[in-house]
């Protein structure tokens, strides 16, 4: 079965800190996808990245950053120097290789504050 | 940037009452879905399509239904709306093929019923 894990329900920070958002999974397939989404409080996905089960390298956009270790089934997004418009209710997915489902996380509401 | 829409964007409607909620995607994507989330909660799968004339129901058991006629196309409606299914739907799309990629998501439906 797949299972995607947001412990964190809520975060808050102060602008400017930055915050880890972490994703736990589950599966038992060797080949597979992660994603995370932030939806804004307008209603929207937005979709942020996605990562291979087959590339563990880490990867840098701007203020956020992805960290994939299949070792402990986690794929954690840290935001740098976060602001105001980073407060979103942010999603971690899973798909299965050549499957149509996505499976979502519960999400994890960031509320940054000025 | 995503080319996929949801009409109406919010819906009050009294109880009782037949709707239609529309989706419809530009990006020729085979694949689409309908997601029921309450705010600030955990995505719930309700119905997908893998293409014209394939539906087929999601995890949560949903009184919706839905067709697929055309590609570009995946309506979504209720017969007899009642007060329980106030939430927000959101479709989403996703490329068909041995490409795993991201989901589109539309702007979502803000449902209420009264």
């Known amino acids: 079965a797949q299972k995607v894990t947001q412990a964190q329900t809520e975060i808050s920070v102060v602008e400017k800190e930055d915050v880890t958002l972490d994703c736990v999974y589950e599966?038992?397939?060797?080949?597979?996808?992660l994603f995370w989404y932030k939806q804004p409080p307008s209603g929207e996905l937005v979709f942020l990245i996605r990562r291979n089960s087959f590339d563990e390298q880490n990867e840098i956009s701007g203020r956020y950053s992805w960290n994939f270790q299949k070792s402990t089934s986690s794929f954690n997004f840290t935001i740098t120097a976060s602001q105001v418009v980073d407060s979103a209710v942010y999603f971690c997915?899973?798909?299965?290789?050549?499957?149509?489902?996505?499976?979502f996380g519960s999400g994890t509401k960031l509320n940054v504050k000025p | 940037e995503a080319d996929i829409y949801q009409t109406p964007r919010y819906l009050v409607i009294g109880t009782g009452k037949k709707i239609t909620l529309e989706c419809s995607q530009t990006m020729g994507h085979d694949k689409m879905y309908w997601y029921q989330q309450d705010p600030g909660m955990e995505l719930h799968l309700i119905h997908y399509?893998?293409?014209?004339?394939?539906?087929e129901k999601g995890d949560l058991s949903s009184e919706s239904t839905v067709s697929r006629i055309r590609t570009e196309h995946f309506p979504l409606t209720l017969e007899s709306a009642r007060p329980s299914h106030t939430s927000q739907y959101l479709c989403?799309?996703?490329?068909?093929?041995?490409?795993?990629?991201?989901?589109?998501f539309g702007q979502g439906t803000r449902l209420t019923v009264v």
């Open positions: 599966t038992r397939d060797t080949t597979y996808y």
């Open positions: 989403a799309s996703s490329e068909s093929g041995h490409l795993n990629t991201e989901a589109f």
């Open positions: 399509s893998y293409g014209v004339n394939s539906t």
């Open positions: 997915a899973l798909r299965r290789y050549n499957f149509n489902k996505f499976y």
